[in-house]
């Protein structure tokens, strides 16, 4: 009896270590999702990352991409990732209100000279502290990801404020955006992204505001009759994980994911700066939309509409983060 008893304990003991082992060895699966086109700064960084964990994780780590809304769009992933049905997104930094009010410091119109402004800021202290604003709600902050700075692209040509009273426009979801098209006498529309050429397309909407690759890759400048080059906002994207996610990976795990991450936002970063160029060249080259080009008293009239929203906000967001990103100009 005493020797069945034993036989039967060592088999269960053998089961239960090789369940324990096939737990472990099955590999780590991050479910990467995004609404841009795999062409896209974002796609590029997306699938670098995918490449770069493969490389070096194959085996304990597996990357899978979801692009253009395939899994969730921008407004879902963060429930999504909460509920672990996705592992890292990387929404525009206007999706975040709900999360942190600090975050739509981003938003602001003119608040960045340009691209080296933006990075020097993201870098930066406050830039950082930001990463981890949200922690508390459950989600952690892995880096910023470029797109560009934001252009108006409208059915009529925008020279003045003046110019865009009455027009349609869609936005993110973003009260600072709302609030910055309500300074010009516009009506802002919160609407997903996989609807905007649509929109454009069937005149439900006037314009909208994007970079230049979303405005390429998405094909708006095949429906918008002009486009004027204001560099008055800035798309980036936050690159976010859920707190459980990231803090339950093992140690040795979550260095190495992290490395790859930082690497591929990176090369992110450079795609994002070359295409930005590059894409809008093949605008101008389509001859399909005119770019307007604002003289210095022209864009000194979009700085003065526009920089009262600025105080509107500056409670919520903090004047201190306000006065960091301004500095960094």
Same mark, same amino acid.
């Given at each position: 009896?005493?020797?069945?008893?034993?036989?039967?304990?060592?088999?269960?003991?053998?089961?239960?270590? =090789?369940?324990?082992? +096939?737990?472990?060895?099955?590999?780590?699966?991050? %479910?990467?999702?995004?609404?841009?086109?795999?062409?896209?700064? %974002?796609?590029?960084?997306?699938? /670098?990352? /995918?490449?770069? @964990?493969?490389?070096?994780?194959?085996?304990?780590?597996?990357?899978? @991409?979801?692009?253009?809304?395939? =899994?969730?769009?921008?407004?879902?992933?963060?429930?999504?990732?909460?509920?672990?049905?996705?592992?890292?997104?990387?929404?525009?930094?206007?999706?975040?209100?709900?999360?942190?009010?600090?975050?739509?410091? !981003?938003? =602001?119109?003119?608040? !960045?000279?340009?691209?080296?402004?933006?990075?020097?800021?993201?870098?930066?202290?406050?830039?950082?502290?930001?990463?981890?604003?949200?922690?508390?709600? *459950?989600?952690?902050?892995?880096?910023?990801?470029?797109? *560009?700075?934001?252009?108006?692209? #409208? +059915?009529?040509?925008?020279?003045?404020? #003046? &110019?865009?009273?009455?027009?349609?426009?869609?936005?993110?979801?973003?009260?600072?955006?709302?609030?910055?098209? @309500?300074?010009?006498?516009?009506?802002?529309?919160?609407?997903?992204?996989?609807?905007?050429?649509?929109?454009?397309?069937?005149?439900?909407?006037?314009?909208?505001?994007?970079?230049?690759?979303?405005?390429?890759?998405? /094909?708006?400048?095949?429906?918008?009759?002009?486009?004027?080059?204001?560099?008055? *906002?800035?798309?980036?994207?936050?690159?976010?994980?859920?707190?459980?996610?990231?803090?339950?990976?093992? &140690?040795?795990?979550?260095?190495? @994911?992290? %490395?790859?991450?930082?690497?591929?936002?990176?090369?992110?970063?450079?795609? #994002?700066?070359?295409?930005?160029?590059?894409?809008?060249?093949?605008?101008?080259?389509? %001859?399909? +939309?005119?770019?307007?080009?604002?003289?210095?008293?022209?864009?000194?009239?979009?700085?003065?509409?526009?920089?009262?929203?600025? *105080?509107?906000?500056?409670?919520?967001?903090? /004047? &201190?983060?306000?006065?960091? #990103?301004?500095?960094?100009?």
């Amino acid at each position: 009896m005493f020797k069945k008893v034993s036989t039967i304990l060592a088999v269960t003991a053998v089961s239960t270590m =090789l369940a324990v082992g +096939s737990a472990f060895a099955a590999p780590i699966t991050i %479910k990467f999702s995004h609404v841009v086109a795999e062409n896209t700064p %974002k796609g590029q960084m997306a699938n /670098k990352f /995918k490449d770069l @964990v493969a490389e070096r994780l194959g085996g304990k780590v597996v990357v899978e @991409v979801f692009p253009n809304s395939q =899994l969730f769009g921008d407004n879902k992933v963060l429930e999504a990732m909460l509920l672990g049905d996705v592992q890292i997104g990387a929404p525009s930094l206007s999706k975040f209100s709900r999360y942190t009010k600090s975050l739509q410091l !981003f938003d =602001l119109p003119f608040l !960045f000279k340009d691209m080296v402004a933006v990075e020097k800021f993201q870098k930066g202290p406050k830039g950082q502290e930001m990463l981890m604003s949200m922690e508390k709600k *459950g989600i952690i902050g892995l880096g910023y990801l470029h797109n *560009g700075l934001k252009q108006l692209s #409208a +059915s009529k040509p925008l020279k003045v404020p #003046a &110019d865009a009273d009455g027009l349609k426009f869609r936005i993110q979801a973003s009260d600072v955006l709302a609030a910055q098209f @309500v300074a010009l006498g516009a009506v802002p529309l919160k609407k997903p992204f996989s609807e905007v050429f649509t929109l454009l397309q069937t005149k439900a909407i006037d314009g909208q505001e994007n970079t230049w690759s979303n405005i390429y890759s998405k /094909k708006f400048f095949e429906v918008q009759d002009y486009i004027t080059e204001s560099n008055h *906002g800035l798309i980036d994207y936050l690159i976010v994980t859920s707190t459980e996610f990231w803090k339950g990976l093992p &140690d040795d795990i979550r260095v190495e @994911v992290k %490395k790859a991450l930082d690497e591929a936002l990176e090369f992110g970063n450079k795609v #994002a700066a070359e295409k930005a160029t590059e894409d809008r060249q093949k605008i101008v080259d389509s %001859k399909r +939309s005119e770019i307007i080009t604002l003289s210095d008293a022209e864009r000194a009239q979009w700085v003065e509409a526009m920089k009262p929203v600025w *105080g509107e906000f500056e409670e919520e967001i903090g /004047k &201190d983060l306000i006065d960091a #990103a301004f500095a960094s100009n």
